[in-house]
């Protein structure tokens, strides 16, 4: 594993941004961390690693000087730029929490979102640029943080050279970013320690925030991104994902470069100005890897094969598929078209929750097959289980108050589940607690409860990192008085 992972107890010896800068900078400041594609056909502008640690830094010192501190959450509602990219390493670097909003979202989205996470300050554009469209990203915030009291501050950066409202708490981000030092010393972290929220849409309709943390996410995303793609120094590494999504967190910006690679940020759309942007971006970039979704394959797939056999794409060595199952035929045109049958395809199945590729066809012993449209083989250390209708859901639910009716209330979640997810979903046994197994975080170490119920308590492994270990027996007894009834009454 790479030598500067190194945790003594669980004390994160350096942050995340470290992991993602520093380190390259001490061995090779001049290489390029990213290659910022910008929405503009054929622009491209190239940042390097001692670049970008002077732009975080600037950054991390501005955050500071205005109040945010290790703990504090902040929005970052911003496109596809290195300006984001700089955004979400300077908060890991104070040890401040990002949450980051898809700059699509509506000013309600966006609200809802800072509310649940109570940000402190929202960083953004006075504007973005997609598809050769103007976005109006500052008046979407205007909108939004009325609703907002936490927020104290709203830091502006320029897409554009428009100009737009600034009030009381705006800040201009790089007129501030300017008188600030290009050195900021990074916050001590745990490993345990809370990096970034990230909201999903959860399967009752409304989003739900994932939290990752600092060491295991990080360690993850780089070994996932270094392996399944077979990520070699000196590659350019594209994703086509916007860095408001998980992909774009883990394959964008942290796994790449904490492998000390070549990071593309793709601003556009894959059709402005025309179907054949990405291939005449990969020609332009010599891009090594291609990550993109099953949705944009289908789509370009109906364009034909001129838009990409018009560009040069023999730089590519691996293609990959993300954020759906890939049907059939899209799959076979982008082996066969795009990849000219010699690239390996790797079809990628993983979730926010996830933060990581957790199947897929690569790594794999030399040679072996890939099937068409089919994750296949589980990464290192994950073990996938085959679930059908007949298998043992089981629910720990905890009441916000004390109440004796228990029973009515598992009847009323088992009513919800039925209603807002699906019959088959249905919890076959609910056990109310008093608490959950957590994290210092506030992760649910779910692989406790599943010991418990699979009557593997003696193997719980290591616990240490629970806010509280004693828990673990509260919610042992619980569950041997739940089987005793339910065998008394079976």
């Known amino acids: 594993m790479n030598n500067y992972f190194y945790a003594e107890s669980i004390r994160w ?36 690693y001692r670049e970008l640690l002077d732009m975080t830094c600037r950054l991390a010192n501005t955050l500071k000087k205005y109040g945010v501190q290790k703990g ?8 596809v730029t290195p300006l984001a990219v700089a955004a979400m390493l300077a908060c890991a670097r104070i040890g401040a929490i990002h949450t980051v909003v898809f700059a699509g979202f ?46 104290k501050h709203v830091f502006v950066a320029q897409r554009t050279d428009s100009t737009v409202h600034m009030g009381n ?24 320690d809370m990096l970034f929220m990230l909201y999903t849409s959860g399967s009752t309709g409304q989003p739900k925030g994932i939290v990752h943390t600092q060491a295991g996410y990080l360690l993850y995303a780089a070994v996932t991104h270094k392996h399944v793609f077979d990520y070699q120094q000196g590659d350019v590494f594209g994703c086509v994902a916007d860095i ?14 904490c492998n000390g690679g070549t990071s593309v940020l793709f601003e556009s759309t894959p059709l402005y100005p025309d179907p054949g942007r990405y291939w005449e971006t990969v020609q332009r970039l010599k891009i090594n890897q291609f990550y993109g979704a099953p949705t944009a394959v289908r789509l370009l797939l109906k364009y034909g094969d001129k838009w990409v056999k018009k560009y040069d794409r023999s730089s590519l060595k691996t293609l990959g598929s993300v954020g759906e199952p890939i049907n059939h035929e899209a799959w076979q045109w982008f082996y066969n078209v795009v990849g000219d049958s010699r690239c390996t395809l790797v079809d990628t199945w993983w979730q926010t929750e996830t933060g990581g590729i957790c199947i897929a066809p690569r790594p794999s012993e030399e040679g072996a097959d890939i099937i068409p449209a089919m994750a296949m083989r589980p990464f290192f250390g994950i073990i996938p289980a ?18 004796a009716h228990t029973e009515r209330v598992k009847e009323e979640l088992r009513s919800i589940v039925a209603s807002k997810i699906a019959k088959y979903a249905v919890p076959d046994h609910v056990l109310v607690v008093k608490r959950l197994p ?21 193997d719980l492994g290591d616990v240490t990192t629970l806010d509280d270990p004693s828990i673990v027996a509260e919610i042992l007894d619980a569950y041997q008085k739940y089987k005793t009834e339910q065998s008394a009454s079976s």
């Open 13 to 48: 010896r350096s942050d995340t941004s470290v992991n993602c800068l520093d380190q390259h900078v001490h061995q090779s400041p001049d290489r390029v961390a990213l290659i910022w594609e910008k929405d503009e056909p054929g622009t491209e502008v190239k940042i390097t």
């Open 72 to 79: 504090d959450r902040v929005a970052i509602y911003m496109p």
């Open 106 to 151: 509506s000013a309600e989205s966006l609200a809802g979102r800072i509310i649940d996470s109570g940000c402190k300050a929202v960083i953004t554009y006075n504007q973005g640029v997609r598809g050769g469209r103007v976005v109006e990203l500052k008046k979407t915030v205007d909108e939004a943080v009325k609703n907002c009291p936490t927020v």
């Open 169 to 192: 708490r705006d800040i201009p981000l790089e007129e501030e970013m300017a008188k600030e030092a290009p050195v900021c010393a990074p916050e001590s972290m745990d490993s345990e």
């Open 244 to 257: 408001g999504w998980i992909t774009g967190h883990s394959y964008v910006v942290y796994g790449p470069l």
């Open 386 to 403: 085959l679930m059908d209708e007949n298998v043992s859901a089981f629910a720990f639910i905890v009441l916000k108050e004390d109440t």
């Open 438 to 458: 957590k994290t210092r975080s506030g992760k649910i170490m779910r692989r406790v409860l599943k010991k418990i119920v699979a009557d593997q308590s003696s």
